[in-house]
Nanobody, 125 residues
Framework: QVQLVESGGGLVQAGGSLRLSCAAS?????????VGWFRQAPGKEREFVVG????????YYGDSVKGRFTISRDNAKNTVYLQMESLTPEDTAVYYC?????????????????WGQGTQVTVSS
């Protein structure tokens, strides 16, 4: 079992930046799997933000965050980061980290079998 804990959320003004962290415990991220960030705003479906295939490090971004968000990882710390720049009120949501033990459709929430509890990001105008 893998436990995921997100941190780094908070309140920021439009145009600002935040860095979210996703720390894995129990087991390391599976080198044959993938890690994704998703977000969910009130009344909306869960939205794919970015994902990374652990082996090879290929990354994929949602259209709404391309050029503003960056995923990175620290293998030694078993942690994945989401650097968010040029934030807008439309980025306000609960952000979730998820991981899967094997590669699958990286943009699909049901591809992932472990989820964190989420961290709130609020962007004020």
């Amino acid at each position: 079992q893998v436990q995921l804990v997100e941190s780094g959320g908070g309140l920021v003004q439009a145009g600002g930046s935040l860095r979210l962290s996703c720390a894995a415990s129990g087991r390391t991220f599976n080198k044959y799997g993938m890690v994704g960030w998703f977000r969910q705003a009130p009344g909306k479906e869960r939205e794919f933000v970015v994902g990374i295939y652990w082996s090879g490090g290929n990354t994929y971004y949602g259209d709404s965050v391309k050029g503003r968000f960056t995923i990175s990882r620290d293998n030694a710390k078993n942690t994945v980061y989401l650097q968010m720049e040029s934030l807008t009120p439309e980025d306000t949501a609960v952000y979730y980290c998820a991981t899967a033990s094997r590669i699958a459709i990286i943009r699909a929430p049901n591809s992932y079998n472990y989820w964190g509890q989420g961290t709130q990001v609020t962007v004020s105008s």
